[in-house]
């Protein structure tokens, strides 16, 4: 792939966004690959985690405007429903997914990053949603995610204002969870990938999907959807080799992940 890389580091899939002569912007061509390196990432059940990260100085500075600028209406739609479409599909993917974002993560790339399960930051990162000054608005899920992300007053400021924060600032207000040093950032997001894959694979799963799914319930059924993740996991080899070790005060062996 020219424009999505994938590598393979154990059980970690790494994803880099590879356009850096315009700053990783999201084309058509971009997110077709993107959907094209998922495929390749869930037809591999060994691969348990995902980090994404970019290019160069930026994670992903926003939408290709270049291809935006002739857009009709019909057009516009078209677009945003599919880049829409392929981060929904990051949402539910089935192993967890953590952004890396190493630099300007804007617009779309902020989007990108939203879309993530978890998001850690370089110190050189930035983050903007500059849409409305373009005179649109998010179309990647960003008028949505944010609001649940960071509270609906901040959102709206920030999208309305289409004002660029630094990473300590998103570290505030809960857009990312960690900030490290430029040159340290993809150890750290590999450090915690590696965390995340050494569990039990079929606990890690149910409980992206309970915490994912049960976020767009009403309480009552998202609890009982929690009880249906919970009572699969009695199903599995792990949960039984693990509560046994557990038991007998033992370490437990290694996880099979079924």
Do not use: W
Request: aromatic content about 6%.
């Amino acid at each position: 792939m020219a424009l999505v890389e994938l590598q393979e580091k154990g059980h970690i899939a790494v994803i880099t966004i590879n356009r850096p002569k315009a700053l990783n912007a999201l084309n058509m061509a971009v997110l077709h690959e993107l959907n094209k390196v998922l495929d390749v990432i869930e037809a591999h059940d060994d691969l348990h985690v995902v980090v994404i990260t970019g290019e160069g100085r930026s994670f992903v500075a926003g939408a290709d405007i270049a291809e935006m600028s002739e857009y009709n209406a019909s057009d516009g739609k078209a677009f945003s429903s599919y880049g829409s479409n392929t981060f929904l599909r990051i949402n539910h993917f089935p192993r967890p997914v953590i952004a890396a974002v190493n630099g300007f993560a804007l617009g779309g790339g902020c989007e990108l990053a939203m879309a993530c399960d978890i998001r850690i930051a370089s110190e050189k990162a930035k983050f903007a949603m500059p849409e409305v000054g373009l005179g649109i608005i998010p179309g990647f899920g960003g008028t949505q995610r944010l609001a649940r992300i960071v509270g609906m007053s901040t959102a709206i400021e920030l999208v309305l204002t289409t004002q660029t924060i630094s990473a300590d600032e998103a570290l505030k207000i809960g857009l990312v969870t960690h900030v490290y040093s430029p040159e340290e950032l993809m150890d750290k997001a590999l450090e915690l990938a590696e965390l995340i894959a050494s569990k039990p694979q079929v606990a890690v799963r149910q409980a992206k999907q309970a915490i994912r799914i049960g976020k767009q319930m009403d309480i009552s059924s998202a609890l009982s959807f929690e009880s249906e993740s919970f009572g699969l996991c009695f199903s599995t080899e792990d949960q039984k080799d693990a509560m046994r070790a557990f038991l007998k005060k033992e370490k437990p062996a290694p996880f099979k992940n079924r």
